[in-house]
């Protein structure tokens, strides 16, 4: 594993997203990248594992990459692909490349499971050792994660990173299928938090537009499973 840098600002705020519960993380690290004057400056590479990329709009995906806003100094990294088995090799690769360019923070976005019954009592929560930033985080009112597990790259990060400060914003998700709902909580309480002056609310429509794309691809797939069950019975007898 190798990290590729074009450009290496100073002092900036690192914010990282892995695939977990619900992909909150990807989608809210996806929509900054689509909503801030946005610039890729590197990529880590992985060599282990499938060689696998996919195309989207005529462009390769990175699997990790790496992109930088410069009005606001803010790093993103950016995955799409699964960090199974490598969240202490990722965990040591970023607080490399936080020390070495002189990082104030490292934010990690995540999504977490909701015991919550109902969608209208979902929260975000905040994790952090530094209290200057549990101060900032107060100010906004969201609440210190006070009992819980965290897995996965975030969790290697929070066991590595000691120079640099470190927080994480957690959204609840009932779900761990894709959650824009929850993605968008955690853009709002990051726009909060860092002053970015991102309009969160097309992830809601975007929601909208997806839980009735699911509700489509699910009942196709209903169909399909009925199918192909009746096929067998028909095969057996």
Not at 97 to 109: F, G, Q, V, Y
Not at 122 to 145: A, N, Q, V
Not at 224 to 237: D, F, R, T, W
Request: charged share 30%.
């Amino acid at each position: 594993m190798e990290i590729k840098l074009w450009k290496k600002p100073k002092n900036p705020i690192i914010i990282d997203g892995f695939p977990g519960f619900g992909l909150v993380s990807t989608i809210a690290t996806e929509f900054l990248i689509d909503h801030l004057d946005i610039e890729m400056i590197g990529k880590v590479i992985i060599n282990e594992g499938p060689a696998v990329v996919a195309i989207h709009g005529d462009k390769v995906v990175e699997p990790l990459g790496i992109f930088y806003n410069k009005k606001h100094n803010i790093i993103i990294i950016h995955a799409v692909s699964p960090s199974t088995g490598k969240e202490w090799d990722l965990a040591d690769v970023i607080n490399k490349l936080a020390n070495d360019l002189n990082a104030k923070e490292i934010i990690s976005l995540e999504g977490v499971g909701s015991s919550a019954t109902k969608p209208d009592t979902e929260r975000t929560f905040y994790f952090t050792k530094d209290i200057k930033k549990k101060k900032s985080f107060e100010k906004i009112g969201i609440k210190p994660l006070k009992e819980g597990i965290i897995m996965g790259v975030t969790g290697a990060l929070l066991l590595k990173v000691e120079k640099i400060p470190m927080s994480c914003i957690f959204a609840e998700t009932h779900t761990d299928l894709p959650d824009s709902k929850a993605a968008a909580r955690v853009i709002k309480n990051l726009d909060q938090y860092l002053g970015l002056k991102i309009d969160y609310k097309p992830l809601y429509a975007q929601a909208e537009k997806f839980e009735e794309k699911l509700k489509g691809i699910l009942e196709k797939g209903k169909e399909v499973q009925e199918l192909s069950e009746m096929k067998k019975l028909n095969y057996v007898g």
